[in-house]
Structures are given as structure tokens and as C-alpha cells.
């Protein structure tokens, strides 16, 4: 197994190298576990956030770092963007999304309720990675569609190509690694 060595907020993850298709391999930055990273890295976003009412994520990788930001900065909820429709969700609000690290379409849905309670706020966007930017697309069709503004996007890391866009919030790169031909 082939790693890659990252330092995010004074902390050193060893990430490993996961073929994601024919032609891309990626640092897979899991941080499901890893308590003292989201704790970190929250502090850290929390200093580059603009002001908002409400915070949102995409199931599921990105619920313990919103979790984090919405406990530091004295918020009572945060919104999660479920992968399906849930038997509880009455007049569900869903986007379709394509993500790099689930190579089939997806859909993002929030329920009526949820929806009603995100009108006319502020909303950052939180995941744990940006990398094609298709998970932000989805999620900021849901917050307009639900009548939300989006102030911002932010991440821990920002993926590939992703690094360059001076729309989103983040706290270090992460290179991708394009698959060498054996001819």
C-alpha cells in the first residue's frame, strides 16, 4: 500500500493511495473516528468562517466536523443532506449528485420541515473534502431550493483542481494522483 503524508491543523495523517477509476488515484481522508482531526481542524475553519444563521452537510463523512462547528459556535442544529428518502420525511426536497468516491449518481434530500427551517437563513455548506465540486452543486441546489442563502463552502481539504477555486473555504490541498499508462 502506497501513502500519502498530510499535516492539517499541526496534526500528521498518513492517508492511503485508493484507485477511484482507470485513470485517478486519491488520498482517501476518512475522518469517521478520528476525534482529535475534527476537533482541530473545526478550530481552525472556524477562523477563516463568514457569519451565519445555519450549517449543512451531505450524509455522511462530514456530520462529525459540523457537528464540531455548530457546538463551537453556539448553535442549537445543524441540517444533514440524507442519501435517501427517509420513511419520516414528508414532501422531501432531493438533487441528484455524482461524486468522485461513489462512481454511480446519488440523490441528496432534506425534508419539508428541515427545508421551511433553512428559509431565509445564512447557510455554510461544511464537508470534509471538496474535490469536483458536484456534492457542493447538489447541496447548494437544495439550500436555494429550500430558500436559503449560501454564504459559504468549506472543507478541510480541498481536492485536485478544487484547491484553486477562490469560492470555497478550506485548510489545506490535496493532490490527486492520475494513473500512469503501462504501455
Known amino acids: 500500500m502506497r501513502y500519502y503524508e498530510i499535516e492539517v491543523a499541526g496534526l500528521t ?3 492511503p493511495i485508493v484507485r477511484v477509476s482507470d485513470q ?11 476525534c482529535e482531526l475534527v476537533l482541530k481542524a473545526a478550530q481552525e475553519l472556524l477562523k477563516k468562517l463568514p457569519e451565519v444563521d445555519v450549517l449543512i452537510t451531505a450524509e455522511a463523512k462530514g456530520i462529525p466536523l459540523v457537528q ?39 440523490i441528496l434530500c432534506l425534508d419539508e420541515e428541515e427545508a421551511e427551517e433553512i428559509s431565509g437563513k445564512r447557510v455554510l455548506i461544511v464537508d470534509d473534502v471538496i474535490s469536483t465540486g458536484e456534492s457542493l452543486k447538489a447541496m447548494e441546489a437544495l439550500v436555494r ?3 436559503g442563502t449560501v454564504e459559504g463552502r468549506a472543507a478541510i481539504l480541498a481536492e485536485g483542481d478544487a484547491s484553486k477555486r ?14 500512469k499508462s503501462s504501455k
Open 13 to 15: 495523517r498518513k492517508l
Open 24 to 34: 485517478l488515484e486519491i488520498a482517501s481522508f476518512v475522518i469517521l473516528g478520528d
Open 68 to 106: 464540531e462547528l455548530s457546538r463551537l459556535l453556539g448553535m442549537k442544529r445543524y441540517y444533514v443532506a440524507r442519501k435517501s428518502i427517509k420513511p419520516y420525511m414528508v414532501n422531501p426536497f432531493v438533487t441528484e449528485v455524482y461524486s468522485i468516491t461513489t462512481r454511480t449518481k446519488q
Open 145 to 147: 431550493r429550500a430558500g
Open 166 to 179: 477562490d469560492d470555497i473555504i478550506f485548510l489545506e490541498p490535496l493532490p490527486v494522483f492520475p494513473v
